[in-house]
């Protein structure tokens, strides 16, 4: 089992109106992971994963792909603090 990080990442594109944060939350859902989905005023999306390393990794590589709604044009991911969080959010 991985140790467990927190990454946010800023998704850019057309991403909102287009169910790109319940997609996220199915990811996330799926994969066990805590965080939140939320619209930004500037259009993009910003997303808060927290779990073991490799569940945060797939999603945040399944971020862009193919089962993404919209039209992804970046996707930047930072690490942060683990905060210990449960659940996952939309916001």
Known sequence: MSPDVRVR???SGIVQGVGYRWFVRGLA???GLAGSARNLPDGRVEVEL???ADDVRAVVAAL???R???S???VVSEDRA???GQGF???
Do not use: F, K, N
């Open 64 to 66: 862009d792909g193919p």
């Open 89 to 91: 959010t939309t916001a």
């Open 72 to 74: 992804v044009t970046g």
């Open 82 to 84: 683990v905060q210990g």
């Open 50 to 52: 927290e779990g073991p």
């Open 29 to 31: 859902d799926a994969a």
């Open 68 to 70: 993404a709604p919209g």
């Open 9 to 11: 990442v800023l998704v």
